[in-house]
């Protein structure tokens, strides 16, 4: 039989380090890689397979269709930045949310919130990449239906956005700890 982990944790007291590898990190690290590489290579495809100008639209479905657009802001075009400045700032704060995002969670290891920590790392770091890559996000993915167009996205906005929600729900009703043999 199995032991299983003790992950409830004291309050940190002055002195002591924040753990940066817990028993969910391998899980962590292996999915935002998962996500990280499904991201960047749909991408990939778009830009080099597809060869997909910005603004040129390929119909898939009557509600879906595959339109380049380069979004210099963040989620839903929000904050946009012309500026190299605005850039390497957007860049940054990803950076520092992908690692205190890794920091928290392997610190408190609820499943709902690794899960919600992975999905917005490995979407953060996508999006990051291609700041750093092209100056600006690469979102193509466009539905609509009866002349009601969404907001256009790609697969790093999906795990971010999703992230949240499982983020925000955890927040709202605290989740059980994770253990060890949960998390492969």
């Not at 749909?42 to 339109?67: C, H, M, N, S």
């Not at 380049?68 to 075009?77: E, F, M, P, T």
């Not at 990803?94 to 969670?105: E, K, N, P, T």
Request: aromatic fraction near 14%; charged fraction near 15%; charge should be negative.
């Amino acid at each position: 039989m199995e032991q299983q982990i003790d992950v409830e944790r004291q309050p940190m007291t002055a002195g002591q380090k924040w753990p940066l590898w817990s028993s969910s990190a391998a899980f962590m690290l292996r999915w935002s890689l998962v996500l990280l590489v499904l991201d960047q290579a749909t991408k990939l495809w778009i830009l080099y397979g597809l060869q997909l100008q910005e603004g040129e639209r390929i119909a898939v479905t009557p509600f879906f269709d595959l339109l380049l657009v380069w979004n210099r802001g963040i989620s839903y075009g929000l904050l946009q930045q012309q500026s190299d400045i605005g850039r390497w700032l957007l860049v940054i704060v990803g950076i520092v949310a992908c690692i205190a995002l890794w920091i928290w969670a392997n610190r408190v290891e609820t499943r709902s919130f690794v899960l919600g920590a992975t999905l917005v790392i490995g979407g953060g770091i996508g999006n990051t990449i291609d700041r750093v890559v092209y100056g600006a996000v690469a979102d193509f993915v466009s539905l609509h239906a009866f002349d009601f167009y969404w907001y256009i996205f790609n697969i790093a906005d999906v795990a971010i956005v999703a992230g949240f929600v499982v983020l925000l729900y955890e927040m709202i009703w605290p989740g059980q700890p994770a253990h060890k043999q949960d998390m492969s």
